[in-house]
């Protein structure tokens, strides 16, 4: 048996390698986003303590899923690999059945092959993932630094169990087989792939479900699923009817490559089929998730430009004297008779239950040039903050239900209370953790000073910001531009998901690993049946035409496919997170990426193509006529 395993070793370096790689990259996916989704979950509980905040609970939700996602498609081709790698050797199997091997002794040498590899897997990817994991804590900012035992011994049954579950369903099919039939026709091609009846009712059902999931999915977040689960259910149909369409191109225009490339296509259709899917996966979450992230932080950064009206907020903090709202309007009217200004009062106060508000008293003048203010209820509250007896307040729909309205709200200043009632959500520009808006007379009166701090400049000469940024009444004075509360609102309005869009890409490296897989594992097949074509006549240009057109077929058909799922995807992820947007929506998708991607694809599946079946086409090709590992 030791014998046999270093045969194996010796005449399948290239298997073993991407075995290890796979099982390397599988353990520290599985592993560093184990942990990761456990971090995110304490992280929403702490942000629960602090905000009510509904989208960021969803927002956690979703960064949840396409943990388990990225877990879920990489364990996939972890399986995908095993399958492969175990299901090509047929003459190896063969060899050994008929010099006296029983099946129970095969999956045996299988068994304690794939072990084999983990032993140089297993280290490396327990190194590899507490390194990751801990340059990730520190981009992501997260308390903890390490893995962790529990996560690490997690990973490792769940990477374990896979590979057994795999070992099982692809030893079974292996060890069941007729050496002596095998032997008559050692490289038997697949039946041509056709449309059955299971196939259209899959297809029927996966229609169904895009048109459920376009016209239900405005409505409801997660129904917006829906297309792409149906995508994947359509995929059989609309490969077949790809290569239909090519054939019939090829038979009409004479184009002999093309026919024989789609012959190749739909013999192997059962091969290819997991690459492709596999692809498809890969491109829609990549394109997927960085056009989503990005199209969220456009969102977060048009949320400002379109409905904050100021240009300057200039906010005296620290002052030596008081000034009241007519002392500034008369500072400002003497340089600036035409300038649009709203006056309010800034503060920081603590409510019941020991956080931190920020609490802006405003007038009506701030719906003009401070903010865009609208009420869930469709309602105005100009009227009411410009009333100084109100003494309601304002709260972010994110933050209260339609319950609290009419509730006690209580905040202290200094050892000050002060205690307002909920009148109403207003529809939150961006998430800023807890804070409302009163009325700017009313607040005066609790506190008995009348006093102003915050100015909100919409349009007002140089020399007014001038004199307001250095007035030496003010000790301290914050300025901020709207542009820069743009710029980071868009830098910030996805924290903490680099990891993702680095995994992005981390997705596309491993489903071109899949092509790569893919190619070596069927170069023997590949040459013997060039080499069948070449005796008979064919012309070796057709036959390169026919193979690269294959591999063309197969890369094109993911990417397009992968790129129409990965809009929906954006879609979604978009809805789910965001449930009240109140600009027009901007979706930003990768196209040059992907495009950059799709290149690099093509350019590296040519090269591995080339690679595997050069030898094919060498003057000699007798000895390839003949089936040999």
């Not at 953790?433 to 349009?459: C, E, P, T, W």
Request: contains cysteine; aromatic residues 12%.
């Amino acid at each position: 048996m030791n014998s046999l395993l270093k045969q194996l070793y010796k005449n399948n370096k290239s298997q073993m390698l991407v075995f290890i790689v796979v099982s390397v990259i599988n353990l520290v996916v599985v592993g560093v986003f184990s942990k990761i989704i456990g971090e995110i979950y304490q992280i929403k509980l702490e942000t629960e303590r602090i905000s009510r905040d509904e989208q960021l609970t969803m927002y956690f939700y979703l960064l949840i899923a396409i943990s388990v996602m990225i877990i879920l498609f990489s364990l996939w081709i972890l399986r995908i690999v095993i399958k492969t790698i175990f299901s090509t050797r047929k003459e190896f199997n063969i060899q050994l059945r008929l010099s006296g091997v029983t099946r129970k002794q095969l999956s045996y040498i299988y068994v304690k092959e794939s072990i084999y590899y983990q032993f140089y897997a297993v280290p490396i990817a327990l190194v590899l993932m507490e390194i990751i994991y801990t340059l990730l804590s520190d981009i992501l900012d997260i308390q903890s630094k390490w893995i962790g035992f529990a996560n690490i011994i997690g990973a490792l049954i769940l990477h374990i169990f896979i590979i057994t579950l795999c070992m099982l369903v692809t030893l079974k099919k292996i060890a069941s087989f007729d050496p002596l039939e095998e032997m008559r026709s050692p490289y038997k091609t697949d039946t041509i792939k056709k449309l059955e009846t299971k196939d259209w009712a899959v297809g029927i059902v996966g229609f169904v479900l895009i048109i459920c999931g376009l016209f239900m999915g405005k409505d409801n977040g997660m129904l917006a699923v829906l297309p792409i689960a149906g995508g994947f259910l359509l995929l059989d149909i609309i490969e077949i009817g790809i290569q239909h369409l090519l054939l019939k191109i090829g038979e009409l225009f004479g184009l002999k490559s093309l026919v024989l490339s789609q012959r190749i296509f739909m013999g192997y259709f059962k091969r290819t089929n997991p690459i492709i899917s596999t692809l498809v996966v890969g491109v829609m979450l990549s394109a997927g998730l960085i056009g989503m992230f990005t199209t969220m932080r456009n969102i977060a950064k048009d949320t400002v430009e379109e409905n904050m009206f100021f240009n300057h907020l200039i906010i005296h903090s620290s002052v030596i004297k008081q000034r009241s709202e007519e002392e500034y309007r008369d500072l400002v009217f003497k340089l600036d008779p035409d300038a649009q200004i709203a006056y309010g009062i800034n503060l920081e106060m603590v409510d019941s239950e020991g956080y931190e508000n920020t609490i802006y008293s405003i007038d009506s003048d701030y719906g003009k040039y401070g903010e865009k203010m609208v009420l869930t209820d469709g309602s105005d509250p100009s009227v009411s903050l410009n009333d100084p007896t109100f003494s309601g307040i304002y709260l972010p729909n994110y933050f209260i239900s339609d319950d609290d309205i009419g509730e006690k709200y209580v905040l202290q200043i200094n050892n000050h209370k002060v205690e307002f009632t909920i009148a109403g959500r207003f529809v939150a520009n961006g998430s800023r953790g807890r804070y409302g808006f009163v009325s700017k007379g009313y607040m005066q009166s609790q506190i008995d000073i009348d006093m102003i701090n915050a100015l909100y400049i919409h349009k007002a000469n140089d020399s007014v910001i001038e004199a307001l940024n250095n007035d030496s009444n003010v000790t301290g004075n914050y300025v901020v531009t709207k542009q820069e509360i743009a710029d980071n609102s868009y830098d910030n309005a996805i924290n903490g998901v680099e990891i993702f869009e680095i995994s992005a890409f981390l997705v596309i490296l491993v489903s071109f690993l899949m092509l790569v897989h893919f190619y070596i594992s069927v170069s023997n097949q590949n040459v013997f049946d060039i080499t069948r074509f070449r005796a008979m006549g064919a012309n070796v240009n057709t036959l390169k035409r026919a193979y690269l057109f294959q591999m063309m077929n197969v890369i094109t058909i993911a990417t397009v496919i992968g790129i129409l799922l990965a809009k929906t995807f954006i879609g979604m992820g978009v809805d789910m997170s965001l449930e009240f947007i109140t600009v027009p929506v901007r979706t930003t998708f990768p196209i040059t990426l992907m495009l950059f991607v799709y290149v690099l694809l093509l350019i590296g599946g040519s090269l591995i193509l080339h690679l595997t079946i050069k030898r094919a086409f060498t003057s000699d090709i007798r000895k390839y006529l003949t089936i040999s590992e």
